[in-house]
C-alpha cells in the first residue's frame, strides 16, 4: 500500500511525506522533484519553455509509473490530481490524504520556502491563492481523508498520518458470538498476518465472486479459492452446493477456516457455508462493499434465497473475526457506495448524532471514522439484543417502507436507494403522528439527497408497495410494526402506524 499525501500548495505535502518516509522507512517521491529530475529542468522552467500542457502530460507519465509500486509515500503536486486518470491510477494503490489549510498560513509556509510558484506570480498572491483553491475546492474536498494541517507541526501531523494508518479493534460482547471486528486500512493486503496474529491458521479456502476475484492481492493468490458469479441471483442453494465441492475439493477439514472476500451476498453465503460444512467450520469475513461493512458483516446473519423469497434459510453464526478494508471501496462503483450509504444515515438517526452531523455538513464518504461510526451503532444494538428479541428492530428503520418500495419496483431500485425512500417516507409518518420532532423529516431528507440518494419513487404504485410490506416476513402477529425516529439519534420501535396515514405517505412519495 502506497501512502499519497495531496492537497495544495504550502500543505505540508513534501516536509509531511519526507518526515512520514523516515518514521516508516519507506520511499518518499516528491512529483514534482522527479519531474524536475527527468527533464533536468526546473517547474518554472518547464512551464515557461514547454508550457503546462506538456508539464502535466510528463506528470502523468510520473503518477501512473508510481502507481506500479507500492509500499511508497508519494508527494504529488497541488494541481496533479486535478487530472482523473491521475487520481485514479494512485487511488487503487494506496491511501490518500488530503492535507488541508487556511489560505493566510498556505501563503505564509509558501514564501518562506525559497521554492517559486509560477501559479502564485504577481502583484497580489493572496488572490491568487485563493482564487486557486476555490477552484480546486470541488476536487480537495472530495478526498474522504482529511487532515487539517493550520497550527500544526510537521510531527504533529505525522502522528495523525500514523492514527489514521492504525487499525481499529472493535469487539463484539454479545454473549454467544464474541469476536473482534478489524478495521483498518490496508487490511486485506495484510490478511494472512492479521489471521496469523489472532491464531486463525488451519487450511483455508477463500470464498469471493467474479469480480473481486481479479482484485485480489497477490498474497492471498497462493490460498485455494471458490469463485462465485456475482449478484444476488447467485445467492442459491445451488452456490452453496457449490462451496461445499470446493471445500472438499480443497481438504477442508473441521480445524479449516473458510474466508469470505466480497460484498454481503458473499458473506451471507460463506457464513452460511461455513456454519453447515460439517456441522460447522471457522469462518472469517472481509467485507469489500460499504453496505457489507456497516452492515451485512454485523450481527452474525447468514443464510440464502430460496425462489420464493430473500434469507428465507440461514443460520446465526458469528464469524471469528470481521476484516474490513476500507481501501477496497476505491474499485466499487459509485451507485453501490451511496446505496451503502442509506445505511451509514440510518445508523446515524438511530443512535449517533454526530455521525449524522459530519453528513450534513458535507462530508465525503466511506472514510475510516464514518464506517466506525457506523459499523459501533449496529454492534451496540447486536449486543444489546443479539437474538432479536426487541431493541434489534430499530436496525429494521426505513426498511418497512423500504422493502415494499424495493420489491414494488421489482428489485430495479438498489437496496439502499430503497431504504433512502423508505427513510424518508417513515420520518414522514412519524412527524404526522407527532412522535419525530418537527422539522426531522425534512432534515433526514436532505441528508439523504446530499449522499445522491433518492428520497421518493415517482411512479410507482402505492398499492404495490403497501402488498409487498405485507409479506414482509418480519411483521409480527399480522401486523405491521414500524421502527419510527423521534430525533435524530433516537428510535422506537414496535409501532402501528394507522392505514390511512400509511397509504397518504405512500401516495405522496409516488406521485409525479
Ligand atoms: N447478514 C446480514 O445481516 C445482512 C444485512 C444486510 C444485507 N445483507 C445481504 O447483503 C446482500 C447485499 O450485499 P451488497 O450490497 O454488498 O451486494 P453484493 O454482495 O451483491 O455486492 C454488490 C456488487 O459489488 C461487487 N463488489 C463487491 N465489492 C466490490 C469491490 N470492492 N470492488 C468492486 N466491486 C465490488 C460485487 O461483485 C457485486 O456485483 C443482500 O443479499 C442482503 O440480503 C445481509
Ligand atoms: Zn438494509
Request: glycine share 10%; hydrophobic share 45%; proline share 6%.
Amino acid at each position: 500500500m502506497n501512502i499519497i499525501l495531496y492537497g495544495p500548495p504550502g500543505s505540508g505535502k513534501s516536509s509531511v511525506g519526507q518526515a512520514l518516509a523516515e518514521r516508516l522507512g519507506r520511499e518518499f517521491v516528491d512529483v514534482d522533484a522527479r519531474i524536475e529530475a527527468e527533464t533536468g529542468l526546473t517547474i518554472p522552467d518547464l512551464f515557461a519553455q514547454r508550457g503546462e500542457a506538456e508539464f502535466r502530460r510528463i506528470e502523468s507519465a510520473v503518477c501512473a509509473a508510481l502507481a506500479a509500486r507500492s509500499r511508497l509515500i508519494i508527494a504529488p503536486g497541488g494541481g496533479a490530481l486535478l487530472e482523473a486518470a491521475n487520481r485514479a491510477a494512485l487511488e487503487r494503490t494506496g491511501l490518500l490524504i488530503c492535507l488541508r489549510a487556511d489560505a493566510a498560513t498556505l501563503l505564509d509556509r509558501l514564501q518562506a520556502s525559497a521554492v517559486p510558484r509560477p501559479l502564485l506570480a504577481g502583484p497580489d498572491p493572496l488572490a491568487r491563492l485563493n482564487a486557486l483553491l476555490n477552484a480546486r475546492r470541488p476536487v480537495y474536498d472530495s478526498f474522504v481523508e482529511q487532515i487539517d494541517t493550520t497550527s500544526q507541526s510537521i510531527p504533529q501531523v505525522v502522528e495523525r498520518v500514523l492514527a489514521l494508518l492504525e487499525p481499529r479493534t472493535l469487539p463484539v460482547n454479545a454473549p454467544g458470538f464474541q469476536h473482534e471486528i478489524a478495521l483498518g486500512y490496508g487490511l486485506l493486503e495484510a490478511l494472512l498476518p492479521t489471521l496469523e496474529a489472532r491464531g486463525l491458521s488451519g487450511p483455508k479456502v477463500i470464498v469471493t465472486d467474479e469480480n473481486l476475484a481479479p482484485r485480489l492481492p497477490t498474497a492471498l493468490r497462493h490460498l485455494p479459492w471458490a469463485v462465485l458469479p456475482a449478484g444476488e441471483a447467485y445467492k442459491t442453494l445451488d452456490s452453496i452446493q457449490a462451496l461445499f465441492q470446493a471445500f472438499l475439493k480443497h481438504g477442508l477439514d473441521r480445524k479449516g477456516l473458510v474466508i469470505a472476500v466480497g460484498g454481503g451476498v458473499i458473506g451471507d453465503m460463506a457464513g452460511f457455508a461455513a456454519a453447515t460444512y460439517m456441522r460447522g467450520v471457522r469462518w472469517v469475513n472481509v467485507p469489500t462493499t460499504l453496505l457489507a461493512m456497516v452492515d451485512a458483516s454485523l450481527g452474525g446473519k447468514t443464510g440464502v434465497d430460496l425462489p420464493q423469497g430473500k434469507n428465507l434459510v440461514g443460520a446465526f453464526y458469528p464469524p471469528a473475526l470481521v476484516a474490513s478494508d476500507p481501501l477496497v471501496l476505491k474499485t466499487l462503483p459509485a451507485r453501490e457506495i451511496i446505496s451503502g450509504m442509506a445505511e451509514v444515515v440510518k445508523h446515524g438517526v438511530i443512535a449517533d448524532p454526530a455521525l449524522f452531523e459530519v453528513l450534513e455538513a458535507g462530508a465525503a464518504f466511506g472514510g475510516l471514522e464514518q464506517i466506525r461510526r457506523a459499523i459501533d451503532v449496529k454492534v451496540r444494538v447486536v449486543e444489546a439484543d443479539p437474538l432479536e428479541k426487541g431493541q434489534r428492530a430499530t436496525l429494521n428503520l426505513g426498511h418497512t417502507v423500504g422493502h415494499g418500495v424495493e420489491a414494488a419496483s421489482g428489485y430495479q431500485l438498489r437496496h439502499g436507494e430503497s431504504i433512502a425512500i423508505g427513510l424518508a417516507a417513515e420520518a414522514q409518518i412519524a412527524e404526522q403522528m407527532g412522535l419525530a420532532e418537527r422539522g426531522l423529516a425534512e432534515r433526514i431528507a436532505r441528508v439523504l439527497e446530499r449522499v445522491g440518494l433518492p428520497t421518493r419513487c415517482p411512479g410507482l404504485d402505492p398499492a404495490a408497495i403497501r402488498a409487498a410490506m405485507s409479506s414482509d416476513k418480519k411483521k409480527a402477529g399480522g401486523k405491521l410494526k414500524f421502527a419510527l425516529p423521534k430525533r435524530v439519534g433516537e428510535v422506537s420501535w414496535g409501532i402501528e402506524v394507522d392505514e390511512p396515514l400509511l397509504m397518504a405517505t405512500l401516495k405522496a412519495i409516488t406521485a409525479d
